[in-house]
C-alpha cells in the first residue's frame, strides 16, 4: 500500500559534532592550564513504541589530547546519523591528563537534540546532507 511505503521512508542526514570547552579550571600547584582530552558517547533515539528499555549510550570515541589549555577545542569530528524527529542525546566527558599519566575529570555534560525534516517526503534514507553542530560546554 502506498500509506505503507510513505513509512518507511526515513529521514535521515549526517551531522558533524565539534567539540571544544570554555573556563576549564587550572589544575596542580602551579595552576597551570590542563592537558584535556573529551570522551563522547550517544544515546540512540528511542523506539516510538517505548517499550521501556532504557538504552544505554554508545561510546563514539575520544578526541586527541589539547595541551595546556584552559579553551580547548579539539580538532576531531564525530559524523553521527541522525534521523529527523528523533531526539539525540550527546554525553561529553572532559578529562584532564595528568603528567604522571592519571586522568581525572573536570567536566561532565549532556545535551539533547531534536531537528524536524520540513520536508520528508522528498527525503530517503540513502541521502545524506552535511550539517554541522557545535557543542560548548562550560567547565565549573
Same mark, same amino acid.
Given at each position: 500500500?502506498?500509506?505503507?511505503? $510513505?513509512?518507511?521512508? $526515513?529521514?535521515?542526514?549526517?551531522?558533524?559534532?565539534?567539540?571544544?570547552?570554555?573556563?576549564?579550571?587550572?589544575?596542580?600547584?602551579?595552576?597551570?592550564?590542563?592537558?584535556?582530552?573529551?570522551?563522547?558517547?550517544?544515546?540512540?533515539p528511542?523506539?516510538?513504541?517505548?517499550?521501556?528499555?532504557?538504552?544505554?549510550?554508545?561510546?563514539?570515541?575520544?578526541?586527541?589530547?589539547?595541551?595546556?589549555?584552559?579553551?580547548?577545542?579539539?580538532?576531531?569530528?564525530?559524523?553521527?546519523?541522525?534521523?529527523?524527529?528523533?531526539?539525540?542525546?550527546?554525553?561529553?566527558?572532559?578529562?584532564?591528563?595528568?603528567?604522571?599519566?592519571?586522568?581525572?575529570?573536570?567536566?561532565?555534560?549532556?545535551?539533547?537534540?531534536?531537528?524536524s525534516?520540513?520536508?520528508?517526503?522528498?527525503c530517503?534514507?540513502?541521502?545524506?546532507?552535511?550539517?554541522?553542530?557545535?557543542?560548548?560546554?562550560?567547565?565549573?
Open positions: 500500500s502506498d500509506h505503507q511505503h $510513505q513509512h518507511q521512508q $526515513q529521514c535521515t542526514t549526517k551531522i558533524q559534532l565539534f567539540l571544544h570547552a570554555s573556563k576549564l579550571p587550572r589544575t596542580g600547584r602551579l595552576r597551570s592550564a590542563p592537558d584535556t582530552f573529551a570522551q563522547v558517547s550517544i544515546v540512540p528511542q523506539s516510538s513504541e517505548g517499550d521501556g528499555v532504557e538504552t544505554k549510550p554508545i561510546p563514539l570515541g575520544t578526541t586527541e589530547v589539547f595541551k595546556r589549555s584552559s579553551e580547548p577545542r579539539w580538532a576531531k569530528v564525530f559524523p553521527i546519523q541522525y534521523e529527523y524527529g528523533t531526539s539525540l542525546t550527546v554525553f561529553v566527558d572532559v578529562l584532564s591528563l595528568k603528567s604522571s599519566g592519571r586522568r581525572s575529570k573536570i567536566s561532565s555534560s549532556a545535551s539533547a537534540a531534536t531537528a525534516c520540513d520536508n520528508c517526503a522528498d530517503s534514507g540513502e541521502e545524506t546532507a552535511d550539517a554541522a553542530g557545535g557543542c560548548d560546554y562550560m567547565g565549573g
